[in-house]
């Protein structure tokens, strides 16, 4: 079995993998645009990736692909609905570059307030100029907004209470319990919030309910002045619109994602953020520490190896959880050749379709159990021939949560 590492990660995800038993090939060099072929020439089993986009023509062109891990939290560089359709699963590593992200977060609102990098770049160019940035505000009872509430968010909340600052969060998942477990208050209403902070870190993933959720009407309900902080995805802020509101002078902002980043270690970058006055900027590095790459490379291995010992990776992403499911039959039956074929294939034959099925071997080899659990209620006669059938002991019929 092959695992084909698409991307950079830790040496110690790339031997634990070997030392699963895996046939490892490591291009961590490997685009986008040369995944098909990496594909189709290692045809693996197992892909890692960290930011190399899965597109759907690399998914096909795995002949014996089975899974997929993201070697992060977010899984929007890879194209879930093909997996799906051809049952390959997608997994993650959510929680582990956590700290890595907070720790950016925090440095770009401290370089927000007290203008490092302005500062830096004119002492390089010779201009000692402390009248003009001796002016900064301080972040010292201040009041910070979360927008979501996952581990880097709470992370976040955690080392700006550190700084002495007051921390409301927005998430529509946030309960006051929660809340007060961490030390900051629910924020009922997400405009409502904004116009109550002197700062904005932003920690929700990017899809359909996400995408521009900060526009420049929702961005303009920031009092002016105010730090936006946005580590998460591009695409969650409307770059143009963000833009537009720090050259006007009402938003200053720490940007670590970008909308159309490149996907390459190294690419020319272009922005409507890009040479803006106001703006600090790093290329996507929020979860680069030695840190959370070593805890995420341990994560791939644990992810992979339950796949392995269970057929079933952690952490996965692309499977229903809500099944329509309505119906299990549980068959204890000899443990012989082409009996539990023969089960299935009267399920089959009464156009039953399996949702789930699980089969227990007892000690001795002798019998086991069969739980399947399908859509509809099966009729009385196949329960009456399956029951009949010398090589079956029982067959039990329950409607699910009844």
């Given at each position: ?46 892909v890692v990736v960290r930011s190399t986009k899965v597109t759907e023509a690399s998914i096909a062109a795995g002949r014996q ?101 007051r921390v409301l969060a927005y998430s529509r998942t946030l309960d006051d319990e929660t809340a007060r477990a961490h030390g ?83 690419a020319p970058f272009d922005s409507p953020l890009r040479g803006v006055a106001g703006v600090v900027g790093t290329p996507h ?118």
């Amino acid at each position: 079995m092959r695992a084909l590492i698409a991307d950079k990660i830790a040496p110690v995800g790339r031997q634990g993998l070997a030392d699963l038993g895996l046939d490892v090939v490591f291009a961590p060099d490997t685009t986008a645009e040369a995944l098909p072929q990496a594909m189709a020439e290692h045809d693996p089993t197992v892909v890692v990736v960290r930011s190399t986009k899965v597109t759907e023509a690399s998914i096909a062109a795995g002949r014996q692909l089975a899974l997929v891990v993201r070697a992060g939290a977010g899984v929007n560089t890879i194209d879930l609905a093909a997996a799906s359709r051809r049952g390959v699963f997608v997994a993650n590593c959510p929680g582990k570059n956590a700290v890595a992200v907070a720790e950016l977060a925090i440095g770009l609102l401290l370089a927000l307030d007290r203008r490092i990098v302005d500062a830096n770049a004119d002492l390089h160019a010779g201009t000692w100029n402390k009248k003009k940035y001796g002016t900064g505000r301080g972040l010292f009872g201040r009041t910070l907004g979360l927008v979501g509430f996952g581990a880097i968010a709470r992370a976040v909340a955690a080392r700006a209470a550190g700084l002495g600052m007051r921390v409301l969060a927005y998430s529509r998942t946030l309960d006051d319990e929660t809340a007060r477990a961490h030390g900051v208050e629910r924020a009922p209403d997400l405009d409502a919030m904004l116009e109550r902070v002197d700062a904005l870190s932003i920690h929700v993933p990017l899809n359909d309910m996400t995408r521009h959720l900060f526009d420049e009407t929702r961005l303009r309900r920031l009092p002016k002045g105010a730090y936006l902080v946005h580590t998460a995805r591009g695409g969650v802020v409307d770059d143009a619109a963000l833009a537009k509101l720090v050259a006007e002078g009402h938003l200053r902002a720490g940007l670590d994602v970008f909308e159309g980043e490149p996907g390459a270690g190294t690419a020319p970058f272009d922005s409507p953020l890009r040479g803006v006055a106001g703006v600090v900027g790093t290329p996507h590095i929020g979860a680069s520490t030695a840190q959370a790459e070593h805890a995420t490379g341990e994560e791939v291995i644990r992810v992979v190896r339950r796949y392995l010992e269970t057929g079933t990776p952690a952490n996965a992403v692309n499977v229903m959880r809500d099944r329509p499911a309505r119906w299990t039959v549980v068959v204890r039956h000899r443990d012989r050749v082409g009996v539990l074929a023969g089960v299935l294939g009267a399920l089959r034959e009464a156009a039953l379709n399996v949702q789930e099925m699980q089969n227990v071997v007892f000690a001795g080899d002798e019998a086991a159990c069969a739980t399947i659990t399908l859509e509809r209620e099966p009729p009385a006669d196949l329960v009456a021939r399956l029951s009949a059938s010398p090589e079956v002991f029982a067959v039990d019929v329950r409607a699910i949560g009844g």
